[in-house]
């Protein structure tokens, strides 16, 4: 498993911020594992003002987040999961999330939180989804990750 070099993210006190998350619906065990730790790391970070958008896949994450950022949200959290197949879908899928969130948070200077798994099979996913046995929980680092960037982004323009 990855993870070694992982840095260690601290809460960012953000309380002001408005923040969208916005989580695919496939794979529901590993996708709500994520928000749940997306909303723990927002609650540890003083963060009220949020709201959860659910999409289908990881496919639509890019769309419903760049309507967020254009919604005057300070962060958007993306979260999903790919799970490789015996087809090339999963490289189509995480291909297109990645470059398409990474385009949403470039073009619209909002801080974005990639929370997106894109994992060889379920005990893989199960493993980084935050869940009582899970050894990593990703949901909250990409929201820590946001957060954090959101920091520095203000501190830019002060």
């Known amino acids: 498993m990855s993870g070694s070099g992982a840095p260690t993210i601290e809460v960012t006190r953000v309380e002001d911020a408005r923040v969208a998350i916005v989580a695919a619906q496939w794979h529901p065990k590993v996708t709500d594992g994520l928000l749940a730790g997306a909303l723990r790391a927002l609650e540890d970070s003083g963060v009220t003002d949020h709201t959860v958008i659910r999409v289908p896949g990881s496919f639509e994450l890019p769309v419903a987040s760049l309507h967020a950022a254009k919604s005057g949200y300070d962060a958007v959290v993306a979260l999903g999961v790919v799970?490789?197949?015996?087809?090339?879908?999963?490289?189509?899928?995480?291909?297109?999330?990645?470059?398409?969130?990474?385009?949403?948070?470039?073009?619209?200077?909002?801080?974005?939180?990639?929370?997106?798994?894109?994992?060889?099979?379920?005990?893989?996913?199960?493993?980084?989804?935050?869940?009582?046995?899970?050894?990593?929980?990703?949901?909250?680092?990409?929201?820590?990750?946001?957060?954090?960037?959101?920091?520095?982004?203000?501190?830019?323009?002060?």
């Open 83 to 158: 799970i490789r197949g015996d087809t090339p879908h999963f490289e189509y899928v995480c291909q297109a999330a990645t470059d398409g969130l990474m385009q949403v948070g470039v073009t619209t200077g909002v801080p974005i939180g990639f929370g997106v798994l894109t994992c060889d099979n379920d005990p893989q996913a199960l493993d980084r989804a935050g869940l009582p046995d899970s050894r990593e929980d990703k949901g909250y680092e990409a929201t820590q990750a946001a957060l954090s960037t959101l920091a520095a982004v203000r501190q830019l323009k002060v």
